[in-house]
């Protein structure tokens, strides 16, 4: 939520060598590029909870403004508060809005606070404190509340400007008062990560104008939903007073070597002794936590848009930082990285890669973004690319091509990285990635195997072949290289063994085309080339 706390803190460069093109280590199996979306009007917000349904974007809460003052008039004043449940349709990129004055207040206030923590599961998204203006009480405080939001038809009643309010349920439990936090979930259980309870007005100095308490700790919890109540209990606490005293960080999911899911934690604010940020990252799984004391992180300690590619043969993780704020910056002049203690805005992008064998490198990428971006960003998948259940990108079943991995949505716009003035970003940003000298197709972790396309190119038609480990149900669609839908082929149960599925090819103009091939235990992606 905020940046740093004392703004009068000395200014510090430590130079840094790096190898090859500003390197740590080697640069990922992949390239990123980037492509603005232009000639289109979409509202600039940032610090906002998210869902994706299909081709249709939900938007809830944030801020409309920069990044926050540091005295009580400009510590996020009550009018840049995003007062608008916000849909994108990514298919015309109109947007539609309703207005949350139609809620009472106290529905409300929580769903336009900023940085709520929240996770989509299901057909809901489930957002969780908050911090913002109370109209009740006419105070600022960080909202005890969990709201609850049919995803599908809150984008319905929004785009046909129908009331909403039919679609909001809302509990209140303090162990939710927790704002620059993360919410994430891995299997039953959901996982309330680090943040902070904050009341006030944000000032520097602090006194006696807000209060603060750091949660110092994961809270791990059961939800369940039957569509009209909401019950939260088995609560249990893992605590760390040093480690977990952090916000405003990045917490995203990875797939670990041998495939089981966890969340990772990256940067965060603010040590204990110093205005500093922790560099420590640490590793969540269900039987708890572990924090590697051997790396320090040197990029992207703020919350930002992170991209996350899993390598299911080298058992490699990867998590592609875009821009965002930091306690280094890169400079193309020098070839070199600075250390500013201020923490400046910075427009690099750079991926932090932990080994099967537990050891971390960080490596600059040879491509930046066009200008201070990412800070407090999201990243949207493209869900017609391969990947995991929570969200990993699929490293070894993507095409041997450049792809739509995603976009970069929102955030804060910097003109300097320190003291200059700032705004939401208002343009949404295509991200796209490309294998580089990899063996695509080679997964020991999928449930669909074997898969081939004969005769590509094609004129008339191909047939894939696959094979399957288990009798389920299966996906496969033909799309362009955005990941836009051109054709259903198949979604049916197949049995195990060995499949054979025609592609008619023969009304396609020519072109190359992504066929993907999805289950529950799986996905592919084969690049289909139609020739005339």
Excluded at 25 to 53: M, Y
Excluded at 170 to 191: E, F, H, P
Excluded at 215 to 227: P, V
Excluded at 473 to 493: H, R
Aim: charged share 15%; aromatic share 10%.
């Amino acid at each position: 939520m905020n940046k740093f706390k004392k703004i009068s803190s000395l200014f510090l460069i430590v130079f840094m060598s790096l190898k090859a093109f500003s390197q740590y280590g080697q640069l990922p199996p992949f390239s990123i590029s980037l492509e603005a979306i232009t000639g289109i009007n979409i509202p600039g917000v940032h610090s906002f909870a998210f869902a994706q349904s299909g081709d249709k974007w939900l938007i809830i809460g944030g801020r409309t403004n920069g990044l926050h003052g540091v005295n009580s008039n400009d510590g996020f004043p009550a009018e840049f508060k995003n007062d608008n449940v916000i849909v994108i349709d990514t298919t015309t990129w109109a947007y539609y809005t309703a207005g949350l004055n139609q809620l009472p207040w106290n529905i409300a206030d929580p769903m336009r606070s900023t940085n709520m923590e929240y996770v989509r599961d299901g057909d809901y998204l489930y957002m969780a404190g908050g911090f913002g203006f109370d109209s009740v009480a006419s105070i600022y405080v960080t909202f005890p509340k969990l709201t609850a939001v049919h995803i599908d038809n809150m984008i319905n009643a929004v785009i046909n400007a129908q009331p909403v309010a039919p679609f909001i349920r809302q509990v209140s439990d303090t162990n939710l008062a927790v704002c620059g936090g993360d919410l994430g979930k891995i299997g039953n259980d959901y996982y309330l990560c680090f943040g902070h309870n904050f009341g006030g007005r944000y000032s520097d100095p602090p006194t006696p104008l807000f209060t603060q308490q750091y949660t110092d700790r994961i809270k791990k919890f059961n939800l369940t939903d039957d569509g009209t109540t909401i019950t939260l209990n088995n609560y249990t606490y893992l605590v760390d007073t040093n480690n977990f005293h952090r916000r405003d960080l990045n917490v995203g999911p990875i797939v670990q070597p041998g495939g089981s899911f966890a969340l990772e934690a990256y940067g965060g604010v603010f040590k204990k002794t110093q205005n500093l940020p922790f560099r420590e990252p640490i590793t969540i799984t269900s039987s708890g936590t572990a924090v590697n004391m051997a790396y320090q992180q040197v990029m992207s300690h703020y919350t930002c848009a992170n991209i996350p590619v899993f390598d299911s043969l080298s058992g490699s993780m990867y998590s592609t930082f875009l821009g965002g704020i930091s306690l280094y910056d890169y400079s193309t002049v020098t070839s070199l990285v600075a250390m500013d203690t201020l923490v400046p805005f910075i427009n690099d992008i750079t991926t932090m890669t932990t080994h099967s064998s537990g050891a971390v490198e960080e490596t600059v990428l040879p491509v930046q973004l066009p200008g201070l971006l990412g800070s407090n960003a999201k990243f949207v998948l493209n869900e017609n690319i391969a990947h995991y259940a929570n969200e990993v990108i699929h490293i070894r079943n993507l095409p041997n091509t450049k792809v739509l991995a995603g976009y970069m949505l929102g955030g804060i716009r910097a003109q300097q990285g320190n003291f200059g003035t700032s705004a939401a970003n208002d343009t949404i940003y295509r991200i796209y990635i490309t294998p580089n000298n990899i063996a695509i197709g080679i997964d020991e972790l999928s449930g669909i195997q074997n898969t081939s396309l004969f005769p590509n190119p094609s004129s008339q038609s191909s047939t894939l072949m696959f094979s399957l480990k288990n009798t389920e149900n299966v996906k496969i669609s033909l799309c362009d290289l955005t990941g836009k839908e051109i054709m259903m082929i198949a979604d049916e149960e197949m049995q195990k063994g060995n499949r054979q599925v025609l592609i008619n090819t023969s009304k396609l103009p020519a072109g190359v085309y992504l066929c993907n091939i999805g289950s529950l235990s799986g996905k592919k992606v084969l690049k289909v080339v139609v020739s005339r």
